[in-house]
């Protein structure tokens, strides 16, 4: 059985390259409206404070089901540097430059309430070594004031990576989206790419009938670099040819 053919890598930021939960801990600590509530807070109760939603997978403030409204307007709007503050994860920077050096496309695939602001936001946490990554954002304004936006942001991730597949002159069967949601992952295979979850964060499993449709589930940036190479070809031009005269 001949390998898939994957060159172009759509990257979550959030949860995948960098740590949203950082963020949502210090929020939680540090912000006025609850640094009360939250003093005693420790690490490893992160997702006691912030239930996950089974939908999304992940750490989200609007899953939290008497504060998630006031939470997420908030950390989007009133929460300055925190918003700001996502530190790449330890593996990051070799193994995008690992894949960049290896011919693959990369772009960010993110969602955010304004996407200047959040543009700006993964350019800053890229940084230079970085800057060969395309950034690409889906802006969901309503979801800051709707608690229940999940379906909302799904419809909007899908017509965004088709945009971004026309864009870029992409084929969704040689794209893979690298998401820890569940639900973007269930999106990008809606469209004909293939997913894989990635998890170094706090997350919950996921169904095995959705595991069953992914490409592959992994804890890590790196662990994504080796499956890739592992298990995927990447054929230029020239080895198209010779594959297409056999």
Known sequence: MEKPVIKNIMWDVDGVLASLDH????FLKEHPNYKDTYKDLKWED?????PIDP????????????????FNEDFCHNSGEIYFDR?????????????????????????????????????????????????????HQKSTKDAGHGKAMVGEKEQRIIECLKKYNLKPEETVLVDDR????????????????????????TPAEIKAKLDAEVKS??????????????????????????
């Open 23 to 26: 963020a949502y801990f210090r």
């Open 46 to 50: 992160l997702p006691k404070a912030l």
């Open 55 to 70: 939908k999304f997978g992940s750490l989200e403030l609007t899953s939290h089901p008497t504060m998630g409204k006031a």
């Open 87 to 139: 530190p790449l994860y330890p593996d990051v920077v070799d193994t995008l430059k690992k894949l960049h050096q290896k011919g693959y496309l990369q772009l960010t695939m993110s969602s955010g309430f304004n996407a200047e602001v959040k543009r700006k936001m993964i350019a800053d946490t890229l940084g230079e070594e970085l800057s060969f990554v395309n950034i690409e954002v889906v802006e």
């Open 182 to 205: 569940i639900f973007n992952c269930e999106t990008a295979l809606k469209v004909g790419m293939h997913a894989v979850r990635c998890r170094p964060g706090f997350t919950t499993d």
């Open 221 to 246: 940036v790196s662990e994504f670099k080796d499956w890739l190479l592992n298990n995927t070809a990447f054929l230029n031009a020239d080895e198209l040819n010779k594959q297409n005269e056999r």
